[in-house]
């Protein structure tokens, strides 16, 4: 439960930070946000696999509760359904490349931490 605050009020924060930079089309911050949170997500699952790099404890706490509460999948959806529904064929392209590099973001995490645990 506190990972999912901590998470939250961060995904807020990079929220308003990068949209007062950004006044684009694109859900740039959701975006930002969920590929972060994807890499972030694979490096911390393979490291917590090995306990001297992170205790198994530790996986609740950080994956689940705080990239659970900083990702924004619900968001992401709205988000798809809003530039559908205005006919942009954004829509499209938000809703694939977030699925791609949010998938290739997981994967490099997951071995930067495998190189990681190599050493």
Excluded at 14 to 19: G, L, V, Y
Excluded at 47 to 66: A, K, Q, V, W, Y
Excluded at 88 to 113: E, K, Q, R, T
């Amino acid at each position: 439960m506190c990972g999912g605050a901590v998470g939250s009020l961060l995904r807020y924060l990079a929220t308003r930070a990068i949209n007062e930079k950004y006044d684009g089309h694109f859900p740039l911050a959701t975006f930002a946000i969920n590929v972060t949170g994807s890499f972030l997500i694979g490096l911390l699952m393979v490291m917590s696999d090995h306990e001297d790099l992170l205790h198994p404890n530790f996986r609740p706490l950080l994956i689940t509760g705080l990239l659970g509460g900083f990702t924004t999948f619900s968001t992401f959806e709205w988000e798809v359904f809003g530039l559908g529904r205005q006919g942009s064929s954004l829509a499209f392209v938000y809703g694939i490349s977030s699925i791609v590099a949010g998938w290739l973001a997981c994967w490099v995490g997951a071995m930067l931490a495998r190189r990681m645990a190599m050493f």
